[in-house]
């Protein structure tokens, strides 16, 4: 069974630009979570996606967004991106259906903004 | 929102030594403890995990404590190997919607 799937794996962007990522969840799974990793806020939480439904959403700025498909993958979108911006966007997938579904993560989308 | 604390921030042991790691956290209602070690430059991965409804949960070198009333969580590695140098982190779902919040994360350096 595949694991959860992102691309691009790296990315450079210019400040101001903007940028997508993708994230393909377990086969059957239908959350799909987004997190920032840096190393001075450590994991933050962005937003959950369930059938295509946002049901949860950290706190970020509105420059942060995303969505999901029929299909249950999910893209986030950053724009006008900041220097501050750079981190390893990790996408999630789970069941989604009960509290305490075991949450599996990808191998992460590395973003750098100059 | 939830808030989870995790210490120590660093942590050296010896091989063979027991590692233990201390989390708390602050809304009642969260109800999912995951542990996850990431390796340098890969992605979390899920070591073991603990609901609500159990006080200890164990797998091999590798067990997990819940006090729901004091709100702390801890996870506990005996006979410490190289390989399990890495970083981990401990979490809570209060959401019931997969969201984790995760603590600031353990450098765990086990020296041979």
């Known amino acids: 069974k595949a694991g959860v799937t992102q691309t691009p794996r790296y990315l450079i962007k210019t400040r101001g630009q903007q940028v997508t990522l993708s994230c393909s969840p377990i086969?059957?799974?239908?959350?799909v979570s987004w997190y920032q990793q840096t190393p001075g806020q450590g994991l933050q939480f962005l937003f959950e996606?369930?059938?295509?439904?946002?049901?949860n959403k950290g706190n970020f700025p509105g420059r942060f967004s995303g969505r999901q498909f029929s299909n249950s993958r999910s893209e986030m979108n950053v724009s006008t991106l900041e220097l501050g911006d750079s981190a390893l966007y990790l996408c999630?997938?789970?069941?989604?259906?009960?509290?305490?579904?075991?949450?599996?993560f990808g191998e992460g989308s590395w973003l750098t903004v100059v | 929102g939830e808030n989870v604390e995790q210490h120590p921030s660093t942590l050296s042991v010896q091989e063979g030594d027991s590692a233990v790691i201390k989390c708390t956290y602050s809304?009642?209602?969260?109800?999912?403890f995951p542990w996850y070690k990431q390796e340098l430059g890969k992605r979390p991965q899920l070591i073991i995990d603990?609901?609500?409804?159990?006080g200890e949960k164990k797998d091999q070198r590798i067990a997990v404590t819940l006090n729901k009333t004091a709100k702390h969580f801890s996870l506990h590695i005996t006979e410490t190997q190289p390989e399990d140098s890495a970083v981990y982190f401990c979490?809570?779902?209060?959401?019931?919607?997969?969201?984790?919040?995760f603590g600031k994360g353990t450098m765990l350096l086990v020296s041979p």
């Open positions: 979490a809570a779902d209060h959401s019931g919607y997969s969201t984790l919040t």
């Open positions: 603990i609901r609500s409804n159990v």
């Open positions: 996606y369930f059938s295509e439904t946002q049901r």
């Open positions: 999630a997938s789970s069941t989604g259906t009960a509290s305490g579904n075991t949450i599996y």
């Open positions: 086969s059957g799974h239908r959350s």
């Open positions: 809304d009642s209602a969260s109800n999912y």
